[in-house]
């Protein structure tokens, strides 16, 4: 899971750009897939087994005497969709990459599909944490909130350490606010005696010229 982050995240490095921080969605997206897999499996088990023979001769008597055998179909398709949800949230896990650069946050996630987003560090308006819940702070996750200036905001759901996450931007977003700001005005050179003699002379020729 790491080397993956680390060979997509050095192969899109522009010159001079380093990797700050790395990290990735926590495991607990994994709960409801499971969850749903775990559900079907305990409906089936209340169904008991079905005698298809008996089924087939006498399909109304064969209910009658067990009525929750429906219950093995429908248990059946509630785990079948909890497998295919949980492949999904897998293979979310494995290839998702959250890296904050010294120029930008990258964003990436899929395997064959990629999806991809970025915002550059001076399109960085502030940070938070968008929520995190007793379980989340109890298991190190959260979901931080990168507002853009004059763009779109990067939603980071369910990253581990949110708050180490959210440093480091903020660390980002001060090194480009802090190389953006205005070079002092200079002050200008104090005049001397020499710059003075013109006028005076201008003065002494002007009033020469009235009389």
Known sequence: MAIEIIRYAEKNLDPGEKIVYQTHIHW?????????????????????????????????????????????????????????????????????????????????????W???????RMRIEGSGLAGQSWLGQLLNYGTVRVKGISSHDLVLSHAI?????????????????????????QKAPPKTKANTIPTLNSEIDDRSEDT
């Open 161 to 185: 350490n949110p708050k180490r996450l959210r440093h480091f931007i903020a660390k980002l977003s001060a090194q480009a606010q802090g190389g953006t700001r205005a070079a002092p005005r």
């Open 28 to 112: 607990i997206v994994l709960i409801k897939p499971l969850l749903l897999i775990a559900t079907g499996l305990i409906v089936m088990s209340y169904s008991g087994p079905i005698n298809w023979s008996a089924l087939k001769a006498s399909p109304v008597e064969t209910f009658f005497s067990n009525p929750f055998m429906l219950l093995s179909p429908a248990g059946a398709s509630v785990a079948l969709q909890g497998a295919l949800f949980l492949v999904k949230r897998l293979l979310l896990v494995i290839t998702t990459e959250i890296t904050v650069t010294s120029r930008r946050i990258i964003w990436k996630t899929g395997l064959i």
């Open 114 to 120: 990629r999806h991809t987003d970025e915002m550059q």
